[in-house]
């Protein structure tokens, strides 16, 4: 069973930036794709990066590109999201995704997810 904990959330004022981190245990990291998913309250699952098996690849979504970076170590099993310059519209609940089958863009796309971790930027 796969299971994946994030953690690095937090409260930061606008344009300053946030390092989140997501470890994956039960299988290699290296046999998933990965991915980080946002949910502010009332709205629906927004997808915010991807990065392939072996992290040459990577995909953002438009209200993210430009600040956020996406990053993996498969010996550590960990994925990263470095967030600079944030805004007041980043504050939403973060998730961690992985796919075993394509880079989770969407969320039906995503075999398992973690639980969550608040980001929060304030004024």
């Known amino acids: 069973q796969v299971q994946l904990v994030e953690s690095g959330g937090g409260l930061v004022q606008a344009g300053g930036s946030l390092r989140l981190s997501c470890a994956l245990a039960?299988?290699?990291?290296?046999?998933?794709?990965m991915g980080w998913f946002r949910q502010a309250p009332g709205k629906e699952r927004e997808f915010v990066a991807a990065?392939?098996?072996?992290?040459?690849?990577?995909d953002y979504g438009d209200s993210v590109k430009g600040r956020f970076t996406i990053s993996r170590d498969n010996v550590k099993s960990m994925v990263s999201l470095q967030m600079n310059s944030l805004k007041l519209e980043d504050t939403a609940v973060y998730f961690c995704?992985?796919?075993?089958?394509?880079?989770?863009?969407?969320?039906?796309?995503?075999?398992?997810w973690g639980q969550g971790t608040q980001v929060a930027v304030s004024s």
């Open positions: 990065i392939s098996r072996d992290g040459l690849t990577t």
């Open positions: 039960g299988r290699p990291s290296s046999t998933y794709h």
């Open positions: 995704a992985a796919s075993l089958w394509k880079m989770p863009t969407t969320t039906g796309a995503s075999d398992y």
